[in-house]
C-alpha cells in the first residue's frame, strides 16, 4: 500500500473514532499531557480530582464488537447495576412460575431465578483474572471539568452537584476520575496514579487534591499503598464518606449472613425494616409470598442470592474491596479457594494489606504535610440485608467504623453512657471536647479527630443533596482556610444532615403563589413558613430534623391553600392485621399449605 493511501485510511481511521467515540472520551494512552491552563501552575488553586462512589460513573453497555448498545429511543444502555430486558425475564420465567403455582412446588422455578439473575447482573461477571467484560464501556473524562463538553459537564455535576454552590475553584481545575464499580481493582489504582499525573501537566501544579467518595476510598487507599511516591503529588485529600474498611453489608453477603434468607425474618419483618418500601406494600408483599409454599419461596431466594454472589460479585476483585478486614478471612476461605480462583486471590489478598495498612499510610501523609480531611455520617443503621444491620452505627451503606477511621460511637438510637470518658487515643489537646452534641460519637478515638466532620441522621446515598456537605467540601477544595474543626464558626465539627431537594421545590411552588388571592392569616402563614424554610437553607450549622421541621411547616400551608396535593399512604392496618394473623397461626406456610377453616378463621379475626 502506498504511504499516502496509509495515511489516509489512518486520518480516517481517526476521524472515525472521534466520531463514535465522542462522548467516551480517548483511552489511557491517548491522554493529553500538554499544558491547558493559563496560569500554568502558578495560581492559589490546586487542581483537584474527584474520585466517585458506587455507580457514580457512566459505563454503558457494547455488544461483542464493542458497538454500544442503545435503547428504544435511542439512548446509551447502562450495565450499572444491572441490565433488564423485560421481554427475556418473562420467557424465562413465565412457564415456571405458572407451572409451580399449579402444582405448589418447584417446577423449575429456582433454576429459572438463577438464569433471570445471570440475565440481569451476568455481564459485571470478571474473568478467572479479574477482568471485567469488553461489553463495559466506561464514559471517561480526561480533560477539566471546564474542558468536558456539555453533556459531559450535566453527566458529572449529576452525580456530584458542585455547580449550584458558590466556588472560585476555576472549573479548568476540576477533574473526575470516572471507573467502573465492578472493575478490576489493581487496574483502576493503576489508572487513577497516571490521571494524577496526567492532571499535574495539564495544569501546571506539582500537586493536586483528591475527593475520594465512598468507594472511591478504596481507590484511594489502594493508591497510598502501591504508591507511596504518590505523597509528593498530594496537596490536600477530602474524604467524603469513605470505605476505608469496606461495608458490612458486604462482609455479610460475603459470609452467609443474609437476613432475608431466614424465611422467619423474610415473612415478618424484613420488608416493613427495609427502609425502601412503606408498611402497605411490605405488608402486601409478605402475605403475597404465601401463593407459593414456604419452601419454594425459599429455594428461589436461595438461588438467586448465589448466583448473584457466587457468579457474578465475588469475581470482581472490586467488590472484594469492600468487604471489612475483619470478614475477609472467612470469606476468601469460602469464594477464592478453587484453584480456578487463584489469581483473583492474589490480587485481593494485595488489597486486603492496603486495607490493614490504611490508617497508617493515611497517617504517613498526614506526616508528610499532606493535609487530610474526612466527612463521616452516622445515627442511621445499615439497610437490614445482612443480620449485623443494627449491631453498629453506620450512614445506611457503611458502618461509621470504616468512614470515621476508628472513631467511637453509641449504636444509633443510644447515647454514651453518662459517665463516659473521651478516649482521646488520636487527640492530645486537653481542651478538645470531641464528644457530640448528641452524646453518640466520641471523635477523638478515630484517627484524624481535629479534621473530621460528623453528619448527624445523614444518609449515604443522599450525600449529594446535603448542601453543608458540599459547601463544606468547596471551601476545602478551593482554600486553605479551614484547617481543622475549630477555624470556622460555620464548619464546626458536628453538623446536621439533611436532604434540601423537598424543600426547594416547596420553596419554589410557595414563590409562586399569587398570595392576594389567599385569606390573611393564610397568606401570613405561608409567608412565614416560607422565609422559615430560606432561612434555614442560609445556614451551615443547624441540627439534624431542623429542615425538616420547617419543610413540614410549609408543606402544610402548601396543601391547605391547595397549591400542594396532600401525600395520602395508604392505611396499611388491615394488611399488617392480616400477615401477622397468618404468621402468628401459621408460621411462613403457604396459602396451599393451611388446614381447611383456616380462611374462616382470617375472616372472623378481621371482621
Ligand atoms: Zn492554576
Ligand atoms: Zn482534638
Redesign the pocket.
Known amino acids: 500500500m502506498k504511504n499516502s493511501l496509509k495515511k489516509a485510511i489512518s486520518v480516517l481511521l481517526c476521524l472515525t473514532m472521534v466520531l463514535t467515540v465522542g462522548i467516551i472520551g480517548v483511552s489511557a494512552e491517548e491522554a493529553d499531557y500538554s499544558v491547558k491552563?493559563d496560569?500554568?501552575?502558578?495560581?492559589?488553586?490546586y487542581?483537584t480530582i474527584i474520585v466517585p462512589g458506587l455507580g457514580q460513573s457512566n459505563t454503558w453497555l457494547a455488544d461483542d464488537e464493542g458497538n454500544l448498545l442503545t435503547d428504544d429511543a435511542g439512548n446509551y444502555i447502562t450495565s450499572f447495576p444491572a441490565y433488564v430486558q423485560t421481554g427475556k425475564l418473562i420467557k424465562t420465567l413465565a412457564i415456571p412460575a405458572l407451572t409451580s403455582l399449579f402444582t405448589q412446588s418447584d417446577a423449575g422455578l429456582s433454576e429459572a431465578a438463577k438464569q433471570a439473575v445471570w440475565d440481569i447482573f451476568g455481564h459485571q461477571a470478571c474473568d478467572e483474572n479479574g477482568l471485567p467484560s469488553d461489553r463495559i464501556v466506561t464514559e471517561r473524562y480526561y480533560q477539566s471539568t471546564a474542558d468536558t463538553p456539555d453533556y459531559g459537564q450535566e453527566e458529572v455535576f449529576g452525580h456530584v452537584p458542585f455547580n449550584l454552590y458558590e466556588t472560585t475553584q476555576?472549573l479548568d481545575?476540576m477533574y473526575y476520575f470516572a471507573y467502573s464499580s465492578f472493575g478490576n481493582h489493581l487496574e483502576l489504582v493503576d489508572e487513577l496514579y497516571s490521571f494524577i499525573q496526567m492532571v499535574k501537566a495539564q495544569?501546571?501544579?506539582d500537586k493536586v487534591n483528591l475527593v475520594p467518595l465512598s468507594q472511591g476510598g478504596t481507590l484511594f487507599s489502594g493508591l497510598i499503598e502501591y504508591y507511596p511516591e504518590v505523597v509528593n503529588d498530594l496537596h490536600k485529600i477530602i474524604l467524603v464518606v469513605p470505605a476505608l474498611d469496606g461495608s458490612t453489608i458486604i462482609g455479610d453477603i460475603f459470609n452467609d449472613r443474609l437476613s432475608f434468607t431466614d424465611p422467619e425474618y423474610l415473612y415478618n419483618g424484613f420488608l416493613e425494616n427495609l427502609g425502601l418500601l412503606d408498611e402497605f406494600t411490605a405488608r402486601l408483599i409478605e402475605i403475597a409470598l404465601r401463593i407459593l409454599p414456604d419452601e419454594v419461596i425459599m429455594s428461589v431466594v436461595d438461588a438467586a442470592v448465589s448466583t448473584l454472589v457466587e457468579d457474578v460479585m465475588t469475581t470482581s476483585t472490586n467488590m472484594w474491596v469492600l468487604c471489612p478486614s475483619d470478614d475477609y478471612p472467612t470469606a476468601r476461605e469460602k469464594y477464592l479457594s478453587t484453584p480456578e480462583r487463584a489469581e483473583l486471590r492474589r490480587q485481593t489478598d494485595i488489597y486486603y494489606q492496603a486495607q490493614l495498612n490504611s490508617k497508617a499510610n493515611i497517617q504517613g501523609l498526614v506526616e508528610n504535610g499532606v493535609q487530610v480531611f474526612c466527612f463521616v455520617e452516622y445515627d442511621t443503621p445499615l439497610i437490614n440485608v445482612g443480620t449485623s444491620w443494627n449491631t453498629e452505627n453506620g450512614d445506611f451503606i457503611i458502618q461509621t467504623d470504616s468512614t470515621s477511621m476508628g472513631a467511637y460511637f453509641a449504636n444509633c438510637g443510644e447515647t454514651l453512657p453518662e459517665d463516659y470518658v473521651q478516649k482521646n487515643t488520636h487527640c492530645d489537646n486537653p481542651d478538645h471536647n470531641h464528644i457530640s452534641p448528641d452524646r453518640v460519637v466520641d471523635a477523638s478515638a478515630g484517627l484524624l479527630p481535629d479534621t473530621t466532620f460528623y453528619f448527624d441522621e445523614q444518609y449515604h446515598e443522599q450525600t449529594a443533596q446535603n448542601d453543608i456537605i458540599l459547601k463544606l467540601a468547596l471551601e476545602l477544595i478551593a482554600r486553605d482556610d479551614v484547617k481543622d474543626v475549630y477555624s470556622s464558626p460555620d464548619f464546626p465539627q458536628f453538623l446536621a444532615g439533611r436532604n434540601i431537594a423537598n424543600i426547594k421545590t416547596l420553596i419554589a411552588t410557595a414563590e409562586a403563589v399569587d398570595a392576594s388571592k389567599l385569606s390573611g392569616a393564610d397568606a401570613a402563614e405561608l409567608a412565614e413558613a416560607l422565609a422559615g424554610a430560606k432561612e434555614v437553607l442560609t445556614r451551615t450549622v443547624s441540627y439534624a430534623g431542623e429542615l425538616e421541621e420547617r419543610e413540614a411547616r410549609l408543606n402544610e400551608i402548601l396543601v391547605k391553600i391547595g397549591a400542594v396535593e396532600a401525600t395520602a399512604e395508604k392505611d396499611p392496618a388491615m394488611l399488617r392485621k392480616i400477615s401477622l394473623w397468618l404468621y402468628d397461626n401459621y408460621g411462613t406456610d403457604g396459602f396451599s399449605e393451611l388446614p381447611a377453616g383456616a380462611l374462616s378463621g382470617l375472616l372472623k379475626e378481621i371482621f
Open positions: 491552563t496560569c500554568n501552575g502558578e495560581c492559589e488553586f487542581p476555576p481545575h495544569t501546571g501544579h
